[in-house]
Nanobody, 116 residues
Framework: QVQLVESGGGLVQPGGSLRLSCAAP????????MGWYRQAPGQQRELVAV???????NYGDSVKGRFTISRDNAKKMVSLQMNNLKPEDTAVYYC??????????WGKGTLVTVAS
């Protein structure tokens, strides 16, 4: 079974930066597509960034140019570097792991609050 554990959330001022990490122990990490999604109060969960097993990335329109997703297969970890944070980025951020066949897994989320 896969257990995803997010870390790095917290309070940051507008314009600041924050780095989220997601640990995904298990032998299947390297073949999975990893992603970050977020859900703000009163809104649906939305794509933030995704990176597939080959390293190709995709970003939600609202974070393009500000956020960067990366993965470290040796450490079985995916990270999200968030720069120039805006109050609109305030949300619970969820780590996701998806396989073509094996399934779809979610972390419990980490809260990011952008406010002055």
């Amino acid at each position: 079974q896969v257990q995803l554990v997010e870390s790095g959330g917290g309070l940051v001022q507008p314009g600041g930066s924050l780095r989220l990490s997601c640990a995904a122990p298990g032998s299947s990490f390297s073949i999975g597509t990893m992603g970050w999604y977020r859900q703000a109060p009163g809104q649906q969960r939305e794509l933030v960034a995704v990176i597939n097993s080959g390293g190709s990335t995709n970003y939600g329109d609202s974070v393009k140019g500000r956020f960067t997703i990366s993965r470290d297969n040796a450490k079985k970890m995916v990270s999200l570097q968030m720069n120039n944070l805006k109050p609109e980025d305030t949300a619970v951020y969820y780590c996701n792991m998806q396989f073509m066949v094996a399934g779809n897994y979610w972390g419990k989320g980490t809260l990011v609050t952008v406010a002055s």
